[in-house]
């Protein structure tokens, strides 16, 4: 199983990105995909994820509104569109996947890629 995240780099404040996570290896429409974040120092956390079918979408409060999460099973990628980034948005952020549901704990997910750096300058 290989999970590829792409799309990183550097952003003004209330600038924009877009972040991809190419998969291989896994039947990618029985599985739940998710964005995390770790900044220097801080602990993972969970960004947004979403199901099986693109139609339930769950963001953290510190994104909400400002952050989507998609996905194409036909290309078995999930995208992440970053919108008005503020610094303290700056992390390398990490596509991850699991098969069954319940929490979006990084500890639950079964399967990660290597992340990517988003630095947003103020």
């Known amino acids: 199983v290989q999970l590829q995240a792409s799309g990183g780099g550097l952003a003004q404040t209330g600038g924009s990105l877009r972040l991809s996570c190419a998969t291989s290896g896994l039947t990618f429409s029985t599985y739940r995909m998710g964005w995390f974040r770790q900044a220097p120092g801080k602990e993972r956390e969970f960004v947004a994820g979403?199901?099986?079918?693109?139609?339930?979408?769950y963001y953290a409060d510190s994104v909400k509104g400002r952050f989507t999460i998609s996905r194409d099973n036909t290309k078995n990628t999930v995208y992440l569109q970053m919108s008005s980034l503020r610094p303290e948005d700056t992390a390398v952020y990490y596509c991850?996947?699991?098969?069954?549901?319940?929490?979006?704990?990084?500890?639950?997910?079964?399967?990660w890629g290597k992340g990517t750096q988003v630095t947003v300058s103020s």
């Open positions: 991850a996947a699991r098969r069954n549901g319940g929490s979006w704990y990084p500890g639950d997910m079964e399967y």
């Open positions: 979403i199901n099986w079918s693109g139609n339930g979408k």
